[in-house]
């Protein structure tokens, strides 16, 4: 079955960076569009961004765009976001998602457990 | 602020039917692009439950339904039961984004 296993998350200071690490498995990882979604403590969910199957075209919420950079190794069957110059409004669950198609523009049909990420001085 | 609104809450007692609307625009919905649902309970996470408006994956009770009309997509619960108790979601596409909904608690009685 589709298994989506994020890592990487934990506590950091403003300004500085992390990276979150999603392993894929259970499917054929090179045919789909991933996703990376957001969930600041009690509140809603935020879609950050989109990379396509070939790691070709990626897209950005406006509010990390220059900031994070989201990257792909079909041969490993990972999904990473880089993340730079945190700021503390960026602290929540970070959940990886597959897309159900090649470009992410379907639905996120499969999630990960989440990953949060705390930032604070 | 989320271009797709939706009612903060809404409430049913077991058995009742209870709807969800999620509004958006000419820029998603109104645009032609497909409205999915989700549901999630505290600390786990999303769940597909209805894609493309109306379709149900496999193994989603058949209590769950959605619908569309115009700028509006909209999810019906029926019969409803106190597992259904949740956050839902709707999501869309919009100027070549993904978007959420607001998100709906649902409280059963």
């Known amino acids: 079955q589709v298994q989506l296993v994020e890592s990487g998350g934990g506590v950091v200071q403003p300004g500085r960076s992390l990276r979150l690490s999603c392993a894929a498995s259970?499917?054929?990882?090179?045919?789909?569009?991933m996703h990376w979604v957001r969930q600041a403590p009690g509140k809603g969910l935020e879609w950050v961004a989109v990379i396509w199957y070939d790691g070709s075209e990626q897209s950005y919420v406006e509010s990390v765009k220059g900031r994070f950079t989201v990257s792909r190794d079909n041969s490993k069957n990972t999904v990473d976001l880089l993340m730079n110059s945190l700021r503390v409004e960026d602290t929540a669950v970070y959940y990886c998602?597959?897309?159900?198609?090649?470009?992410?523009?379907?639905?996120?049909?499969?999630w990960g457990q989440g990953n949060l990420v705390a930032v604070s001085s | 602020q989320s271009v797709l609104t939706q009612p903060p809450s809404v409430s049913g007692a077991p058995g009742q039917r209870v709807t969800i609307s999620c509004t958006g625009n000419?820029?998603?919905?109104?645009?032609?692009?497909?409205v999915h649902w989700y549901q999630q309970f505290p600390g786990t996470a999303p769940k597909l439950i209805i894609f493309?408006?109306?379709n149900r994956p496999l193994g989603v009770p058949e209590r769950f339904s959605g619908s569309k009309s115009g700028t509006s997509a909209s999810l019906a619960i029926s019969g409803l039961q106190a597992e259904d108790e949740a956050e839902y979601y709707c999501?869309?596409?919009?100027?070549?984004?993904?978007?959420f909904g607001t998100g709906t608690r649902v409280t059963v009685l």
């Open positions: 999501q869309s596409y919009d100027n070549s984004l993904t978007v």
């Open positions: 259970g499917f054929t990882f090179r045919n789909f569009g």
């Open positions: 998602a597959r897309d159900s198609g090649f470009y992410g523009a379907g639905t996120l049909d499969n």
């Open positions: 000419s820029t998603n919905i109104g645009a032609g692009y497909d």
């Open positions: 493309a408006f109306t």
